[in-house]
């Protein structure tokens, strides 16, 4: 066996990737968000939330490599550095970055061929998604919501995926920013000057609740709340930087963006 042998995974798209590439084996620990692939849960032990990780427990595991994602997860990371284990901590935020994650796990754990093929493969179902979005007639605006208080705009590959599932990101300007604080909406006088006409909620591990969004001051004259376009996409499926935001997130994107299309009197 190459590469590191015992792995801990402090996020989700390390567990998907290397479950996908038939490398679980090397898994000793998981975050306690994993729910993809969903035996990960039943066979790993879960060892860190988001930003905390049972350190002592991740120890007694003898990790060779621990990975993580994001700023958010530098506490986490020096503490076990300073225990001896390496760790990666990777800062992936478009679409291409998620691909190339994807490519350097493989090549990392030995499994560089299959890690490239499950690459391509990502990449033709993001391009087939793209190719029926681009004859859609029309596109409608939309504002994805990843936290409601304050409110906090999409992330650089939500962004992303939603123009390639066929919408106009509402924010574009805020997208590009990686913090979470940088994408904060000060009021939502500029929201509603926008207009969004579908609103996507993922409220990072708790239920989006379209009616409060609707009921928000200024909000009914929207498009969006006149129309009833307020959907949630599940957090795994969107926020992860990983597999499943190119495959179940884009598809659920898309199909609620074809349908707005299709009411419209289109085909799509």
């Not at 003898?62 to 020096?78: K, N, T």
């Not at 994650?101 to 990392?108: H, I, P, Q, T, W």
């Amino acid at each position: 066996m190459r590469g590191p042998r015992r792995i801990v995974c402090l996020v989700e798209e390390p567990t998907e990737v290397l479950y996908a590439l038939g490398e679980q084996d090397r898994i000793v620990g998981i975050s306690g968000f994993t729910v993809r692939p969903p035996q990960a849960r039943r066979e790993k032990p879960k060892v860190s939330a988001f930003t905390s990780a049972k350190i002592e427990r991740i120890l007694e595991l003898r990790p060779d490599l621990a990975i993580g994602f994001s700023d958010l997860q530098a506490d986490i990371a020096a503490q076990l550095v300073r225990a001896g284990v390496e760790v990666w901590i990777s800062n992936h935020r478009s679409v291409a970055g998620i691909l190339d994650y994807v490519r350097r796990l493989g090549a990392l754990v030995g499994a560089a061929a299959r890690a490239e093929a499950y690459a391509d493969a990502l990449e033709r179902g993001v391009a087939a998604v793209a190719e029926a979005a681009s004859r859609f007639p029309v596109r409608p605006r939309v504002y994805f919501e990843e936290w409601d208080e304050p409110r906090i705009s999409g992330i650089q590959w939500v962004a992303e995926l939603v123009r390639i599932a066929g919408g106009d990101d509402l924010f574009p300007e805020l997208a590009a920013e990686p913090l979470a604080r940088a994408r904060i909406l000060a009021d939502d006088t500029e929201l509603l000057r926008r207009d969004p006409q579908i609103v996507f909620g993922s409220w990072c591990g708790k239920r989006f609740r379209p009616e409060q969004v609707a009921a928000r001051p200024g909000w009914a004259g929207t498009s969006a709340v006149r129309e009833g376009q307020l959907f949630e996409i599940k957090s795994p499926i969107i926020l992860q930087p990983g597999p499943a935001a190119l495959t179940d997130g884009l598809t659920a994107l898309h199909r609620h963006i074809a349908r707005w299309v299709r009411a419209r009197g289109f085909s799509g």
